[in-house]
Every structure is written in C-alpha cells, then in structure tokens.
C-alpha cells in the first residue's frame, strides 16, 4: 500500500456525457489548472470506448504532473497501466486490490468504491489508499436511495485508508461531511452543473480549505521532500515568512513550477502541495 502519499481533497467524476464532449481535453485541462494539487479528475468510462479514455489519460497526465494533482481512471486498469495514472478507482465487480496492486505496481494509487461501514472496513484491510464513501445525501443520479447521512462517515471512524464523501455534495455540504469526520469530498454536478466548472472547483478547493481549518485539521504539504503541517491557509509569501525565509533570496518550485517573486503574495498554499525552495547565501 501506499498511504503515505497525501489523497487530494476534491476528486471530480468526469462520466460518460463529459467524456464524450468535444472540448473535454480543453475543458478538463482547466479543471487541472484550477484545482493544482489539491484535485483528484476521475475519468470514469461506462459506455465510452477504452480508446477515448486513453486518449484523454494521455493528454491530461503532463498537466497534472505540473499542476500537483491527480488524474484517476475508474474500473480501466488496463488504460491505467498504460498511462501510468496517479490513481484507479475500484468498484463493483473489479479486481481484487492485491490483483490490481499486482497489475500496476506501488506508485499508482488504488480507490475503492463502498457503500456501507462494512464494506469500508473490508477494503481498508485490503490494503485500499482511499476510499469513496456514499451515498451520504440524495442525488439525482441515484433516485431510490435516500442517503445514509453522515451517520454512515461517523462510523468508519479509525479507518486508516482517507474517505472521500460522494453523493448529493455541494458547496454548502463541504463543511458538514469534513465536521464528520471525511478526509474529502468527490462531486459531479457541482462541477459540471455550474456555469464556470473551474470556478466552481477553485471555490469547492477553497472551501474545503476553511472547513478543515474550522475543524482543527491541519493542511499538509511537502517542503524540500519533508511533511510539513500548516495550522492556517495563506500563500507562499506567508509560507516563507513561517519558514523563517526572506523571499527576496530563495528561488520558489510549487508542484514543479517556478514561482515568479511577483506572485508569491497571490499564490495560495494548498493541501498536498509539494514545494523545493532554494536559498541563496550572500557573500562579497
């Protein structure tokens, strides 16, 4: 297994309807740019051909790389093996997580999908990286289930695999599900229901941010390779200063993209950033 790695808050379902758009490629990019390490971009293919799924992994893997964040492929083992994705999402009826594990090896990260606290204690066992738990509020895409409440999160309590809250969650919703206990949210028709989908997921990132604040989570991030935990949010100006570093002599890499001294007050820190900062020693 490999939970060390920090499990992206946000995590986006692209379905089918997306998938098939035109201007997915462009669209999603956006997604990733907006989201940096702090998202999660499932492609999740149902009636969508393994080729269309692959073509996307491959045009948006370079994106996320710069950015921070993941893309995942839900059910595809075999196009996630040959994109070598961040992450697969299992669900019903897909490998068993040794198998896949097997298949795929220690980098790529495996996600289950469970719909009861015994299901979740299985695959938290089984060696699962995280886990997306649901259904926790009424949502148009499953009728006939009214939701299991965040009840359901209270009780997968001491799991050590992260769970991400699924179904019926927006913006107003964050707070409640990170307050019981979820280590984050994944979302369709908050993103792609809203008129600007990465505005809506700079402002779902953002408010995940304050809700983990609120609740005494700390943000972790990765500085010059060591964890590193923030008791508040800010930017890479505020990160310096706690650091004890004059920005006017360090050189900044956020998610493996150098950034401009000019930027350092508008670039916000967020959770699973990876940062190198290079300082440089005066002398005459």
């Not at 996630?80 to 097997?102: F, N, S, Y």
């Not at 779902?204 to 990765?222: F, K, P, V």
């Not at 590193?228 to 360090?250: A, F, I, N, P």
Request: glycine share 10%; proline share 4%; charged share 25%.
């Amino acid at each position: 297994m490999i939970r060390p790695r920090s499990v992206p808050g946000l995590h986006v379902i692209c379905p089918d309807d997306q998938l098939e758009r035109e201007d997915a490629l462009l669209t999603m990019s956006a997604l990733c740019t907006a989201g940096g390490a702090g998202l999660a971009l499932h492609l999740r293919p149902r009636r969508v051909s393994a080729r269309r799924c692959w073509e996307l992994a491959r045009a948006l893997s370079p994106i996320s790389s710069r950015t921070g964040g993941w893309i995942v492929i839900n059910g595809r083992t075999d196009v996630a093996k040959l994109i070598d994705v961040d992450a697969v999402q299992l669900g019903h009826g897909a490998l068993p997580i040794d198998a896949a594990r097997e298949l795929l090896g220690g980098d790529c990260a495996i996600g289950v999908s469970v719909h009861s606290e015994a299901e979740a204690f299985r695959a938290d066992q089984a060696g699962a990286d995280f886990l997306l738990l649901g259904t926790i509020f009424p949502t148009a895409s499953h009728p006939d289930e009214p939701g299991a409440g965040v009840s359901r999160i209270h009780g997968c309590f001491g799991l050590e695999a992260p769970v991400i809250a699924i179904g019926g969650i927006d913006e107003s919703r964050v707070s409640t599900v990170i307050e019981a206990g979820a280590s984050g949210v994944a979302v369709i028709r908050a993103v792609w229901g809203a008129h600007d989908p990465a505005d809506a997921v700079r402002r779902l990132i953002a408010e995940l941010e304050t809700s983990r604040l609120r609740s005494g989570i700390r943000m972790r991030i990765e500085v010059n390779g060591k964890p590193v935990e923030l008791e508040s949010s800010g930017t890479v100006q505020d990160l310096l200063h706690e650091l004890g570093l004059d920005s006017r002599m360090v050189v900044v890499e956020r998610n493996r993209e150098i950034v401009r001294r000019d930027d350092l007050e508008a670039v916000r820190v967020a959770e699973g950033d990876s940062y190198e900062i290079v300082q440089f020693v005066g002398g005459g």
